[in-house]
């Protein structure tokens, strides 16, 4: 198995189910975030994105919500399948680079 | 992936000795970055490029250098490997700074 998993938070849903994904973050002066989702053994992708003008943005089956007051964003998988079962990781823009979370797992019961 | 691609993609050594990973892009974004990956830390910036021959650190540059030489390519060397940097290493490449990344597939280097 995928060692990056060691030590994360794990989230374990039931397949059908809605998921919840938090992040906290650092910097107030952030002002893009984005979700990455990484399946064993392979890369990082992208999910969805999001900038600080933005309370709530909207994918295929996935929202993204920013509260700024507490610097906190939420990845919501709306009917979660197998196929979401993945490490989830939020990152934060900085002037010249991005800052990523340590990364929480989400496990999906069949 | 598509576009971004590592090699090796597996790779045991032994301590002291020298490694070099190359990451190609076949995409002509600007901004290339290496990263590792340990268990519990998420990802870590290493070094990262911003064009031709312009490279700078990042969090976890010690033991490492880089180069670019062409816009595709983006070479990570560990001049002598020590056990501590046995990981995942992983290049991104992206258009601006602070922007969106794409993921190559990772290199998983053991040092022994």
């Known amino acids: 198995g995928e060692s990056v998993g060691l030590h994360l938070p794990t989230l374990s849903v039931q397949e059908g189910d809605n998921s919840i994904i938090n992040c906290a973050y650092s910097n107030s002066a952030s002002d893009y975030f984005i979700w990455y989702k990484q399946e064993s053994g392979k890369g990082p992708q992208f999910i969805i994105d999001?900038?600080?003008?933005?309370d709530k943005r909207q994918g295929q089956r996935v929202t993204v919500l920013l509260n700024k007051t507490v610097k906190h964003l939420s990845l919501q998988i709306a009917a979660t399948q197998p196929g979401d079962s993945a490490v989830y990781f939020c990152?934060?823009?900085?002037?010249?680079?991005?800052?990523f979370g340590a990364g929480t797992i989400l496990r999906v019961k069949s | 992936d598509a576009g971004i691609t590592q090699s090796p993609r597996h790779k045991v050594t032994e301590t002291g000795t020298p490694v070099t990973l190359r990451c190609h892009q076949t995409?002509?974004?600007?901004?290339m970055y290496w990263y590792r990956q340990d268990p519990g830390h998420g990802l870590r910036l290493i070094h990262y490029?911003?064009?031709?021959?312009d490279t700078d650190k990042g969090e976890v540059s010690d033991g490492y250098s880089v180069s670019r030489s062409k816009t595709e390519d983006f070479l990570l060397t560990l001049e002598s490997a020590t056990s501590s940097q046995t990981s995942v290493y992983f290049c991104?490449?992206?258009w601006g700074p602070g922007g969106e990344q794409y993921f190559g597939p990772g290199t998983r280097l053991t040092v022994t």
């Open positions: 999001i900038r600080s003008n933005m």
């Open positions: 995409e002509n974004h600007r901004y």
């Open positions: 991104a490449i992206s």
């Open positions: 490029s911003y064009g031709v021959k």
């Open positions: 990152a934060e823009k900085t002037p010249d680079k991005l800052v």
